[in-house]
């Protein structure tokens, strides 16, 4: 990897600009994601076409800031975590791909745009997702190993948290549950591994890509699985408070589909003590960073109470 010039914040907990510390994180994500994935002149067009245009639609870039935000606090600097944080995005973009498909959530609108298969068809946008998938294990291929983390760990690190035991036990029994009345157990399942996984492995592979301490890594896991189950419950409550276009996806859809939401089974004011609840449990995590993990905390207080 060639080490381009980073605008990296320096994290001073007083005064964080969090709109400006996340315009720096995706700025640096976005360079390098244009520079390892196949150009759109890259035979075949179409498919690197579809691959692109989910990818730079304006996703939030949540998941590559908390990535770099993590390789910060733990005393290191976001030029070895950007494989990983490129990584995360990839397998997050083809989870929205495959998740707005026909056969799944069939949604039309995505990042404020017509989604992957209402541009490219549905067979171009399974194998976009695909594709980025693969992709996103070639890019965390490129680590480089540190003296407690090999390549391995970290190839290892990101499956466990994209495969059939996280994020897609949780699309699963979440499709399995349409319609039907679940406890708040069964949806916490869900949102752990739909959501809360791939936080937390985001997290984790900025740690291990600067050599994080074991004691780093147990405290980069609670941060991220209490920041993404926080961020799903706010996910849950913004799709019955704020309009399509507030969200840039269909607002309105839980409810539509008959999915058990968090607000759905505890309501709306219950929901948002939980959120806060997860989000100060996040807090806490980050005690052993001291004043590193400004950019984790403001981030983690900035999602909290995000319109969109
Ligand atoms: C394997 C066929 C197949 C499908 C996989 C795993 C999966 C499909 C879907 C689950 C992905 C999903 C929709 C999770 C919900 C997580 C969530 C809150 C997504 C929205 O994330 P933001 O707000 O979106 O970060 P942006 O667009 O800003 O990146």
């Not at 498919?47 to 908390?66: Q, V």
């Not at 490219?120 to 194998?127: C, D, K, N, R, T």
């Not at 990101?158 to 949780?170: E, F, H």
Request: charged share 25%.
């Amino acid at each position: 990897m060639s080490a381009a010039p980073l605008k990296q914040t320096v994290a001073t907990k007083q005064g964080f600009d969090t709109k400006s510390y996340l315009r720096s994180t995706s700025e640096v994500v976005e360079r390098s994601l244009d520079r390892w994935i196949p150009t759109v002149k890259t035979k075949p067009r179409r498919i690197h076409d579809a691959m692109r245009y989910s990818l730079f639609a304006g996703g939030k870039r949540i998941r590559p800031a908390l990535c770099l935000a993590a390789a910060e606090a733990c005393g290191g600097e976001w030029t070895p975590a950007l494989p990983a944080a490129c990584a995360v995005e990839c397998i997050h973009t083809y989870s929205l791909i495959h998740d707005d498909l026909p056969a799944m959530d069939n949604d039309d609108f995505r990042r404020g745009k017509p989604t992957n298969h209402k541009v490219f068809g549905e067979g171009i946008a399974v194998l976009a997702g695909d594709a980025l998938l693969t992709q996103s294990f070639e890019l965390i291929a490129k680590v480089k190993p540190t003296s407690r983390y090999g390549v391995n760990k970290q190839v290892l690190e990101l499956a466990r948290a994209s495969g059939s035991l996280q994020l897609i036990a949780g699309q699963v029994v979440d499709m399995l549950s349409e319609g039907k009345a679940i406890p708040i157990k069964e949806l916490q399942y869900i949102h752990e591994r739909k959501t809360s996984a791939l936080f937390c492995c985001s997290v984790r592979l900025g740690g291990m890509s600067v050599n994080c301490t074991p004691t780093q890594l147990k405290a980069l896991t609670e941060f991220g699985y209490n920041v993404g189950l926080a961020y799903q419950v706010i996910d849950d409550i913004l799709d019955v408070t704020q309009t399509s276009e507030q969200l840039g996806k269909t607002a309105g859809k839980d409810q539509h589909a008959q999915k058990a939401t968090y607000p759905s089974i505890l309501g709306l004011n219950q929901s948002r003590r939980i959120s806060k609840q997860l989000t100060e449990k996040a807090f806490l995590a980050l005690k052993p960073f001291r004043k590193k993990a400004a950019a984790l905390e403001a981030l983690a207080g900035f999602l909290l109470n995000r319109d969109c």
